[in-house]
């Protein structure tokens, strides 16, 4: 049931419509020139937001990649889970600061997992061994979702973390789109996928209601968001056990793959608020 409502979900109840005048306030889009980010910062700007998009130039992303294969990183965990976590930590002071002068539940981190998590993957949502130099599986499949999982992971920790610091952070399924990520797949695979697809601008009101949506609050980091933006009311047993500390009877695999991530990434955070001030964030 829970495949089936992602890859058929109902209309969408947030869109542009329910959006209210976003003058005064800031939002950073990753992968913001193409796809679900170009939809949805093309919303948010229209309601008057100051949206700062954050992409990848051919060069960087060539040095990133080079970096990443000489320290022996799975590539989708660094694209979709170590980066991500290194920014977020960044801007963490930031956010802090920001969410005493902000209205409750309205800073917030939105982490894009995806539906391949209940269908492919470790049955717990990632496996740490699987992490390690040399010990990459070599299904794809698995890994992209493993570190969609991941995502899922970190928006439960930043959520349990900072939450008292006024931060919201939560995970969301846009949706099966058709982005320019599919170009690249084999005919046959996208021939099959063609009944199911929606066009991204679909997937972008998934995130302007995680982002924006009244009944996202601080606490639902262990929530899943799903097309076109409500809870996910059946999320697999063994992904719940996973988000749940040994203490609260899970297995605090969540936990243990932010401090993954940390150490990781531990030798690049520093001046976060320094670093964005420049930027001009």
């Not at 599919?182 to 998934?206: H, I, N, Q, S």
């Not at 749940?244 to 009877?249: A, D, I, M, P, Y």
Request: with cysteine; aromatic share 10%.
């Amino acid at each position: 049931m829970g495949v089936w409502t992602q890859l058929f979900p109902p209309s969408p109840h947030f869109t542009e419509a329910q959006t209210p005048s976003l003058a005064g306030k800031v939002f950073i889009v990753t992968g913001g020139n193409s796809g679900v980010g170009f939809e949805l910062a093309k919303i948010l700007y229209s309601k008057g937001g100051n949206v700062y998009i954050a992409s990848r130039s051919a060069t960087r992303i060539a040095t990133a990649i080079a970096d990443i294969k000489a320290q022996g990183h799975e590539m989708h965990m660094g694209t979709n889970c170590y980066g991500p976590y290194l920014l977020t930590k960044l801007l963490l002071p930031l956010l802090t600061a920001t969410a005493q002068s902000e209205p409750k539940h309205s800073v917030r981190i939105v982490f894009t997992s995806s539906g391949i998590i209940d269908m492919a993957g470790p049955a717990a949502g990632l496996a740490l061994a699987d992490l390690e130099p040399g010990n990459h599986a070599t299904d794809m499949n698995y890994n992209y979702s493993s570190s969609k999982a991941g995502n899922w992971f970190l928006a439960a920790e930043f959520d349990r973390r900072y939450g008292g610091d006024g931060i919201v952070a939560v995970a969301q399924s846009p949706g099966t789109l058709r982005t320019p990520g599919w170009d690249g797949t084999p005919w046959l695979l996208r021939a099959l996928m063609k009944p199911v697809f929606r066009e991204p601008r679909m997937g972008a009101y998934t995130q302007l209601w995680a982002g924006l949506g009244a009944d996202v609050q601080s606490g639902d980091g262990g929530r899943f968001g799903i097309p076109w933006g409500r809870w996910n009311e059946t999320p697999r047993k063994e992904h719940l056990a996973s988000l749940r500390g040994r203490g609260e009877g899970g297995t605090g695999l969540a936990g243990e793959f932010f401090e993954y991530c940390e150490r990781v990434t531990g030798g690049f955070v520093g001046g976060g608020t320094e670093e964005c001030t420049r930027a001009g964030f």
